[in-house]
Protein backbone atom coordinates (compact mmCIF):
# COMPACT_ATOMS: atom_id res chain seq x y z
CA UNK A 1 0.00 0.00 0.00
CA UNK A 2 2.84 2.42 0.83
CA UNK A 3 4.68 2.04 -2.59
CA UNK A 4 1.45 2.35 -4.29
CA UNK A 5 0.82 5.67 -2.55
CA UNK A 6 4.15 6.75 -3.16
CA UNK A 7 4.02 6.00 -6.71
CA UNK A 8 1.26 8.28 -7.40
CA UNK A 9 3.42 11.51 -6.20
CA UNK A 10 2.72 11.95 -2.51
CA UNK A 11 5.36 12.15 0.18
CA UNK A 12 5.23 9.44 2.96
CA UNK A 13 5.42 9.63 6.81
CA UNK A 14 5.54 6.23 8.26
CA UNK A 15 5.43 6.26 12.20
CA UNK A 16 7.02 3.12 13.30
CA UNK A 17 8.37 1.43 16.13
CA UNK A 18 11.41 -0.68 13.93
CA UNK A 19 12.67 -3.47 16.45
CA UNK A 20 14.73 -5.72 13.86
CA UNK A 21 15.17 -5.30 10.20
CA UNK A 22 12.07 -3.15 8.88
CA UNK A 23 14.79 -0.77 8.01
CA UNK A 24 15.71 -2.67 5.51
CA UNK A 25 12.86 -3.89 4.33
CA UNK A 26 11.58 -0.46 3.73
CA UNK A 27 14.44 0.54 2.22
CA UNK A 28 13.84 -2.36 -0.09
CA UNK A 29 10.03 -1.53 -0.64
CA UNK A 30 10.74 2.00 -1.69
CA UNK A 31 13.89 1.68 -3.52
CA UNK A 32 12.60 3.86 -6.12
CA UNK A 33 12.04 6.99 -3.98
CA UNK A 34 13.95 8.80 -1.94
CA UNK A 35 14.14 7.99 1.95
CA UNK A 36 15.28 9.66 4.19
CA UNK A 37 14.98 8.14 8.27
CA UNK A 38 14.81 10.09 11.28
CA UNK A 39 15.37 8.14 14.70
CA UNK A 40 12.81 10.45 17.56
CA UNK A 41 14.74 10.17 21.20
CA UNK A 42 13.65 10.94 24.21
CA UNK A 43 14.62 10.20 27.92
CA UNK A 44 13.06 7.07 29.15
CA UNK A 45 11.56 9.42 32.05
CA UNK A 46 9.98 11.41 29.42
CA UNK A 47 8.59 8.56 27.43
CA UNK A 48 7.02 7.52 30.42
CA UNK A 49 4.86 10.26 31.24
CA UNK A 50 3.61 10.45 27.66
CA UNK A 51 3.29 6.57 27.77
CA UNK A 52 0.89 7.62 31.01
CA UNK A 53 -0.56 10.99 29.85
CA UNK A 54 -1.98 9.17 26.59
CA UNK A 55 -4.26 6.72 28.16
CA UNK A 56 -4.01 4.39 25.14
CA UNK A 57 -0.61 2.26 26.27
CA UNK A 58 0.54 -0.24 27.42
CA UNK A 59 2.30 0.89 30.89
CA UNK A 60 5.52 -0.43 30.47
CA UNK A 61 6.13 -0.71 27.02
CA UNK A 62 8.33 2.48 26.27
CA UNK A 63 10.90 0.94 29.13
CA UNK A 64 10.93 -2.72 27.57
CA UNK A 65 11.67 -0.77 23.52
CA UNK A 66 14.35 1.82 25.01
CA UNK A 67 16.98 -0.24 24.90
CA UNK A 68 15.90 -2.05 22.11
CA UNK A 69 14.58 0.56 19.11
CA UNK A 70 17.51 2.11 18.22
CA UNK A 71 19.52 -0.94 18.52
CA UNK A 72 21.64 -1.33 15.32
CA UNK A 73 19.69 1.41 13.51
CA UNK A 74 21.15 4.30 11.14
CA UNK A 75 19.16 7.09 10.84
CA UNK A 76 20.06 10.73 8.24
CA UNK A 77 18.57 12.70 11.38
CA UNK A 78 18.13 12.01 14.80
CA UNK A 79 16.15 14.16 17.18
CA UNK A 80 15.30 14.42 21.02
CA UNK A 81 11.79 15.03 21.52
CA UNK A 82 12.38 15.22 25.02
CA UNK A 83 14.57 18.76 24.79
CA UNK A 84 13.35 20.37 21.82
CA UNK A 85 9.41 18.76 21.99
CA UNK A 86 7.63 17.26 19.26
CA UNK A 87 6.88 20.74 17.42
CA UNK A 88 10.07 21.75 17.02
CA UNK A 89 11.08 17.91 16.11
CA UNK A 90 8.22 18.43 13.28
CA UNK A 91 10.18 21.67 12.28
CA UNK A 92 13.62 20.54 12.04
CA UNK A 93 12.78 16.63 10.14
CA UNK A 94 10.87 19.02 7.68
CA UNK A 95 13.69 21.09 6.99
CA UNK A 96 16.47 18.47 6.56
CA UNK A 97 14.38 16.41 4.79
CA UNK A 98 13.16 18.64 2.32
CA UNK A 99 9.31 18.66 2.37
Known sequence: MRHAIAAQGNNLIVDD???ENEQEEYAALLSGFAI???GVFAPL???EARERQRGDRL???ARW???RI???KKYDLEVDSGSLGPPKCAI???QKSQL
Do not use: A, K, P, T
Request: proline share 0%; no cysteine; glycine share 10%.
Open 65 to 67: QYD
Open 59 to 61: IGL
Open 45 to 47: EVL
Open 92 to 94: LIR
Open 36 to 38: FFV
Open 70 to 72: HRG
Open 17 to 19: VML
